[in-house]
């Protein structure tokens, strides 16, 4: 049977938020503080190994995406990309930029540079990437290697047109604190699927500021960041 998509996840209620898990203590969320973990790191496992069962008719691919954490004075901050409306797949969804992995790419770093910097135009020589976080894999048979990296602030993006709708930047303190985390079930025509939601918006823009829907896999990723990180 075929899974149904999840079009409209702002709909789905969420049933349960983290409140009871502790967030990563801002010491561990500075740039020295990832270096060394990603240097040596703990014995752990990801929460959360994919999105479930596949859609019928999809072939596996490989793919990486890049977790960019902009290493402010006064802290690490993750930029994320708003993909344009009328894209065929994932159309207005929050992403972490990346793609699938090309031939030509040395390794799967390269692939999530390159693809970095053609979304965003965000340029590799401001990047330091730190290392992987366990392969995600998506309900389009995906398998997704997130990559995460430091970057140095004063880049100026220049945006894929037609794909990148808007980039912008959430506080990471925010994004490893799990009472900000909401799960959802998704019920549909005897079809179950659960997903993990991170609302954001910047309070600091004024009370009309975009609420930011973090969702799915993007969510799921950042959620094994935070089990890496606070293992």
């Known amino acids: 049977m075929a899974r149904p998509p999840i079009l409209n996840p702002h709909a789905v209620p969420y049933s349960s938020v983290d409140q009871h898990l502790p967030a990563v203590a801002a010491a561990q969320l500075t740039s020295a503080a990832l270096r060394a973990r990603f240097a040596n790191p703990p014995d752990w496992q990801p929460e959360l190994a994919g999105d479930g069962g596949l859609f019928p008719g999809c072939e596996p691919a490989n793919a990486a995406v890049l977790l960019p954490l902009v290493a402010y004075s006064d802290g690490l ?51 330091e990437v730190l290392g992987r976080l366990p392969v995600y894999t998506t309900v389009t048979a995906y398998q997704v290697t997130p990559v995460v990296a430091l970057v140095q602030p004063g880049f100026e993006l220049k945006l894929q047109e ?14 490893m604190t799990p009472a900000h985390h909401r799960h959802h079930v998704f019920e549909f025509a005897g079809d179950r699927r659960q997903f993990l939601s991170m609302p954001w918006r910047n309070t600091e823009a004024g ?25």
Not at 95 to 117: K, N
Not at 162 to 175: I, T
Request: aromatic residues 8%; charged residues 25%; contains cysteine.
């Open 162 to 175: 037609g794909e990148v709708a808007e980039a912008f930047e959430v506080p990471l303190q925010f994004l």
């Open 207 to 231: 009370d009309d500021a975009r609420e930011y829907f973090i969702w799915g896999a993007t969510a799921a990723m950042l959620r094994n960041f935070y089990r890496f990180l606070s293992a």
């Open 77 to 127: 901050r993750l930029l994320l990309t708003r993909r344009t409306d009328h894209l065929r797949e994932h159309a207005g969804q929050i992403s972490l930029p990346g793609g699938r992995v090309d031939p030509q790419d040395a390794s799967l770093e390269a692939t999530a540079l390159r693809e970095t910097e053609e979304e965003t135009g965000l340029p590799c020589a401001m990047i």
